[in-house]
C-alpha cells in the first residue's frame, strides 16, 4: 500500500497539540496537508481518534467522501467534498482533544485514507466500524500524532 504524506502547519508528529484546537481553547480543526494521494483514488477519508481515551477508542473526527484531487484542509473548515460524522461526543464534526484531568498524555491519531470504492457507514459510527469498513478499499494511507494532556 502506498504512503501518504500528512503534516500540520500548527504542530509536527509526535508533538503536543496547541490548546487552540483543543476543547478547553477555541475547539477549531488544525490545518492540514497532504500529498501522494494516489490517481486512481476515489474518494479520501479522515479520521482522528484517541486509542488512550477510557473504555474505547474516542473518536474525534470523521469525514468521508473528501475529493481525492484536493492536497489539504484549512483550519477550522471542513475537508473539500468531505461529508463529516458524528464524532464521540454525538456532534456532527470536530472535537477537539479534551482527555480527563491528569490522565496524562493522550495520543491523536489523524489518519488519510484514500480509497478505491466509496466508504459503506451507517448511523453513528465508531472507530472500529470505520476500520472494518475500510478493509479492502485502502489504496494508501498517511498518519500523523499529536499529543495533549490536561
Not at 497539540?17 to 479520501?44: C, F, M, Q, R
Not at 486509542?51 to 473539500?80: N, R, Y
Amino acid at each position: 500500500m502506498s504512503r501518504i504524506a500528512l503534516t500540520s502547519g500548527a504542530f509536527d508528529d509526535h508533538t503536543v497539540i496547541p490548546v487552540k484546537y483543543s476543547g478547553e481553547g477555541e475547539n477549531v480543526s488544525p490545518p492540514l496537508t497532504w500529498s501522494g494521494v494516489p490517481d486512481d483514488a476515489t474518494e479520501l477519508v479522515l479520521l482522528c481518534e484517541d486509542p488512550d481515551a477510557p473504555g474505547a477508542t474516542f473518536v474525534h473526527w470523521l469525514v468521508t467522501g473528501i475529493d481525492p484531487g484536493t492536497g489539504g484542509v484549512m483550519e477550522g473548515q471542513k475537508p473539500q467534498g468531505g461529508l463529516p460524522w458524528p464524532n464521540g461526543f454525538g456532534r456532527v464534526g470536530w472535537a477537539g482533544p479534551m482527555p480527563p484531568p491528569g490522565h496524562g498524555p493522550h495520543r491523536y491519531f489523524f489518519r488519510l485514507y484514500a480509497l478505491s470504492a466509496p466508504l459503506p457507514l451507517h448511523g453513528n459510527p465508531g472507530a472500529e466500524d470505520v476500520h472494518a469498513a475500510l478493509k479492502g478499499r485502502e489504496l494508501a494511507s498517511g498518519v500523523l500524532v499529536g499529543t495533549y494532556e490536561r
